[in-house]
């Protein structure tokens, strides 16, 4: 699938909005009405504001022959997407800035979670605060008329010069790391490459490490690196792993100085030690379910890591002290059997489910997202089923 690339600029998906307004005995009343015709993916949800351009809640885009619910006093006012129909969103904390659905709960990165439209971005806000300027001068100004705000200029301008673009100019930029969240399906679009879900608050760090676990497999399968280098790459993505999490558990959760930096600056080198660390500091058991055998094995196949690493792959005597390996002798050169690598990578895998579902059982996700999303698939599968549709397709 193609994917727009790193910090490039996306337009805005354009559209026209039209303030319809008439005047009679009764009053001043006013009528919106939205209209696009560019080939692109739109989006259009509703906020309410004040007057004054200051949001003050999410709304809800009323049906065929419904009424808007709008709060005495404030604007309903129309936002559309980017042209690959996402939002950008800034961080009323943090400040930092992503990509997503239209609803985020949460920042992908300090894990902030609010309401939804906390996290309009800044030139949206500006965005927001034209539109109700603009209504409240047709408001005051027409008694029977139209006026439009044409977000089609302001898609059209991707390319001009910044003074030449009008002053509520609205587009995104693509960050680094696009991905749909496997617990409630929503797309992400981040800064680096790990980060929370913004719909329901997941964490990354495990799809991108089953990612890289299936291309070690991949080269294994095909001989394109030899096992020993497969070796060093899956250990080192796992410290990796552990890395994360242990920053963030070192951010949320209250502890001494000394303890925080240990978490923060350690290097996850030795699987006994994480286990432990992780067991009596937090209560996670990264080797939950996970035979003795295969622990042991992953264990020692650490220690060969830092022999690969650091001494040529020639065994030396604190690895024999340390890893307690009897199958090979001092100076001897290691070399790994493909059979076993496949057990190690599986191992990994089962290390990283228990690390992530332990954090998350200390910092759950938000429930409502991720059963939506159950629901919808589940709707889907009957409806597939009451059509007679192959369960396979």
């Given at each position: 699938?193609?994917?727009?690339?790193?910090?490039?600029?996306?337009?805005?998906?354009?559209?026209?909005?039209?303030?319809?307004?008439?005047?009679?005995?009764?009053?001043?009343?006013?009528?919106?009405?939205?209209?696009?015709?560019?080939?692109?993916?739109?989006?259009?949800?509703?906020?309410?504001?004040?007057?004054?351009?200051?949001?003050?809640?999410?709304?809800?885009?009323a049906?065929?022959?419904?009424?808007?619910?709008?709060?005495?006093?404030?604007?309903?006012?129309f936002?559309?997407?980017d042209?690959?129909?996402?939002?950008?969103?800034?961080?009323?904390?943090?400040?930092?800035?992503?990509?997503?659905?239209?609803?985020?709960?949460?920042?992908?990165?300090?894990?902030?979670?609010?309401?939804?439209?906390?996290?309009?971005?800044?030139?949206?806000?500006?965005?927001?605060?034209?539109?109700?300027?603009?209504?409240?001068?047709?408001?005051?100004?027409?008694?029977?008329?139209?006026?439009?705000?044409?977000?089609?200029?302001?898609?059209?301008?991707?390319?001009?010069?910044?003074?030449?673009?009008?002053?509520?100019?609205?587009?995104?930029?693509?960050?680094?790391?696009?991905?749909?969240?496997?617990?409630?399906?929503?797309?992400?679009?981040?800064?680096?490459?790990?980060?929370?879900?913004?719909?329901?608050?997941?964490?990354?760090?495990?799809?991108?490490?089953?990612?890289?676990?299936?291309?070690?497999?991949?080269?294994?399968?095909?001989?394109?690196?030899?096992?020993?280098?497969?070796?060093?790459?899956?250990?080192?993505?796992?410290?990796?792993?552990?890395?994360?999490?242990?920053?963030?558990?070192?951010?949320?959760?209250?502890?001494?100085?000394?303890?925080?930096?240990?978490?923060?600056?350690?290097?996850?080198?030795?699987?006994?030690?994480?286990?432990?660390?992780?067991?009596?500091?937090?209560?996670?058991?990264?080797?939950?379910?996970?035979?003795?055998?295969e622990?042991?094995?992953?264990?020692?196949?650490?220690?060969?890591?830092?022999?690969?690493e650091?001494?040529?792959?020639?065994?030396?005597?604190?690895?024999?002290?340390?890893?307690?390996?009897k199958?090979?002798?001092?100076?001897?050169?290691?070399?790994?059997?493909?059979?076993?690598?496949?057990?190690?990578?599986?191992?990994?895998?089962?290390?990283?489910?228990?690390?992530?579902?332990?954090?998350?059982?200390?910092?759950?996700?938000?429930?409502?997202?991720?059963?939506?999303?159950?629901?919808?698939?589940?709707?889907?599968?009957q409806?597939?089923?009451?059509?007679g549709?192959?369960?396979?397709?």
């Amino acid at each position: 699938m193609y994917q727009t690339p790193e910090f490039a600029e996306i337009a805005h998906s354009g559209g026209k909005i039209t303030f319809t307004v008439s005047t009679d005995e009764n009053g001043t009343r006013y009528q919106v009405a939205y209209s696009s015709s560019r080939p692109v993916p739109s989006v259009l949800i509703q906020v309410n504001a004040l007057p004054q351009g200051i949001v003050v809640g999410n709304g809800t885009i009323a049906g065929l022959g419904e009424e808007m619910s709008v709060p005495p006093g404030c604007f309903p006012v129309f936002v559309a997407s980017d042209s690959e129909g996402k939002f950008g969103h800034h961080c009323p904390r943090c400040r930092a800035y992503w990509r997503s659905g239209p609803h985020p709960n949460r920042c992908p990165y300090c894990a902030l979670t609010t309401a939804s439209h906390q996290f309009l971005s800044v030139a949206q806000r500006k965005y927001v605060a034209h539109y109700c300027e603009t209504l409240d001068n047709a408001l005051g100004e027409i008694e029977n008329g139209e006026c439009t705000i044409d977000m089609d200029l302001v898609a059209d301008s991707v390319e001009k010069a910044d003074d030449e673009k009008p002053s509520f100019y609205v587009s995104e930029k693509s960050q680094q790391r696009k991905f749909i969240c496997p617990a409630c399906n929503e797309f992400n679009d981040i800064l680096g490459r790990y980060g929370y879900c913004s719909a329901c608050g997941t964490r990354s760090d495990l799809q991108d490490f089953e990612d890289q676990i299936t291309a070690i497999r991949a080269q294994l399968t095909t001989g394109g690196q030899p096992p020993e280098n497969l070796l060093r790459s899956a250990i080192s993505a796992f410290d990796s792993l552990v890395g994360q999490y242990a920053k963030e558990l070192a951010r949320l959760v209250p502890m001494t100085k000394s303890r925080r930096s240990r978490l923060e600056d350690r290097r996850f080198h030795d699987l006994n030690r994480i286990r432990t660390e992780l067991k009596e500091w937090f209560d996670i058991d990264i080797a939950s379910g996970i035979k003795v055998t295969e622990i042991n094995f992953a264990a020692t196949c650490f220690h060969r890591r830092h022999i690969y690493e650091h001494h040529g792959g020639e065994v030396t005597t604190k690895y024999l002290e340390d890893s307690g390996d009897k199958t090979v002798t001092l100076k001897q050169a290691l070399h790994e059997k493909p059979e076993d690598m496949h057990i190690l990578l599986g191992t990994l895998i089962k290390l990283a489910k228990n690390l992530h579902n332990g954090f998350h059982e200390l910092f759950p996700p938000s429930e409502q997202p991720i059963k939506a999303h159950k629901e919808k698939v589940e709707r889907i599968a009957q409806w597939k089923k009451s059509q007679g549709h192959d369960e396979q397709e």
